[in-house]
C-alpha cells in the first residue's frame, strides 16, 4: 500500500473546475431491475472513444445521483470513460421504498453493474466509485465479484462498529429509540422520520460539524428531496462493517480521505486502506464533503490519475 497526500506520480490529465463542453459525450437515461423494482440511472459516453472502461458512481447516506455524481460522471467523460451514475431503490427516479439498507444498496450496485455490462459498446473493463457510505459498499461489491477492475473509495464508511464508538451515549440512545419507533410504527402504518443532516444540538442522521452545510450544499435547488428519512437504518448501520470484506478484493483500490473528515473519522479510512490487498491512500486536508466543493478539482485529479493508471 502507498500512502500520502500526493499521488506517487502527477496526475496524467488535468481536471477543469469548469463544466466541459457537452458536445465531447453523450447522455442516455438507462433503467435495470433490482428485486423487482425498476431503478433509473445516467449513462455518460464519451464520443470519441471506441469501447470505452466504465466506471459506475453511486452516492452516500440517502442521497440521489444529482447530489454531484452529475458533475463528477461529466468529467469522467471528458477524460474518456463511460460513466454510469444511479439512484438506489425509492430515491431519485428509482421505484421503492426509500430506506437505506446497506443489503438492498449493494444489491443495487450489482444490478447497475450487470446493466452496463449488457452493453456492447462498452469495453470491459470496469471500475466501481462510491464516495462515503457509497464508499464502503464499493468494497463490498467488489469483494463478491471477480469483474471489477479497480475501485476508487472516496471518504468511505467502512466500519460501524468505529463509527458507534465516536458517537456519545447520548446519540447511541436516541438513535436506536428512534429506530425501534421506525420498525414498530411501520407495522402499522406510521413509520418514525429523522433528519439527515443538522446541526450538531439537534438530532440528525449525520450532526457532525459541517453537516447541515456540507450536505445541503450538494442538494439541487430544483429538487424535491426532503431532508428526512426512515430511522430504521440507524439500527442496521453500526453492524455494517465492508472493512471485514477487504481482503477479498483482488482488484487495485483507490482510498482518498480527509483527514478533518469528523463524519467518517480518517483513522477508519486507514484501516481500510491497509486491510485492501492492493491499495493507496491519498489523504488530503478537507472535511467529509469538501470534495464536492473546495477540492473538488484536486480530489477528482487523483482519482482520475488512478483510473488512468489501471484501466487504460
Request: glycine share 10%.
Amino acid at each position: 500500500m502507498s500512502r500520502g497526500s500526493t499521488p506517487e506520480r502527477p496526475p496524467a490529465r488535468r481536471v477543469r473546475g469548469d463544466r466541459p463542453s457537452r458536445e465531447g459525450f453523450s447522455t442516455r437515461r438507462l433503467t435495470f431491475d433490482s428485486a423487482g423494482d425498476t431503478c433509473v440511472g445516467t449513462l455518460y459516453r464519451p464520443r470519441d472513444a471506441d469501447d470505452p472502461a466504465t466506471v459506475v458512481l453511486g452516492h452516500g447516506f440517502a442521497a440521489e445521483a444529482a447530489f454531484g455524481l452529475d458533475r463528477i460522471a461529466e468529467r469522467l467523460a471528458d477524460a474518456g470513460y463511460a460513466a454510469f451514475t444511479f439512484d438506489y431503490r425509492g430515491f431519485g427516479g428509482s421505484e421503492g421504498t426509500p430506506l437505506v439498507l446497506p443489503s438492498r444498496q449493494v444489491a443495487d450496485w450489482g444490478a447497475a453493474v450487470d446493466r452496463v455490462g449488457s452493453i456492447d459498446s462498452l469495453g470491459r473493463r470496469l471500475a466501481l466509485w462510491g464516495v462515503s457510505l457509497g464508499g464502503g459498499h464499493v468494497v463490498r461489491v467488489a469483494a463478491d465479484r471477480g469483474d471489477v477492475d479497480a475501485v476508487v473509495a472516496r471518504t468511505p464508511f467502512s466500519d460501524g462498529r468505529a463509527l458507534l464508538r465516536s458517537e456519545s451515549p447520548g446519540y447511541l440512545l436516541r438513535a436506536a429509540a428512534a429506530g425501534v419507533r421506525d420498525r414498530v410504527g411501520a407495522l402499522v402504518g406510521r413509520p418514525n422520520r429523522v433528519k439527515v443532516y443538522g446541526r450538531p444540538e439537534e438530532f440528525a442522521a449525520l450532526n457532525k460539524p459541517g453537516s447541515l452545510d456540507g450536505y445541503a450544499a450538494l442538494v439541487p435547488r430544483d429538487s424535491t428531496w426532503q431532508n428526512r428519512t426512515r430511522a430504521r437504518p440507524l439500527l442496521s448501520l453500526p453492524r455494517y462493517r465492508p472493512v471485514t470484506d477487504a481482503e477479498a478484493v483482488d482488484c487495485p483500490a483507490l482510498v482518498v480521505a480527509g483527514t478533518e473528515d469528523e463524519v467518517v473519522p480518517y483513522a477508519t479510512a486507514e484501516r481500510l486502506a491497509e486491510a485492501l490487498p492492493a491499495s493507496s491512500l491519498v489523504a488530503l486536508p478537507m472535511g467529509h464533503f469538501d470534495a464536492f466543493g473546495e477540492r473538488f478539482a484536486e480530489t477528482l485529479a487523483h482519482e482520475v490519475a488512478f483510473l488512468d493508471e489501471h484501466l487504460r
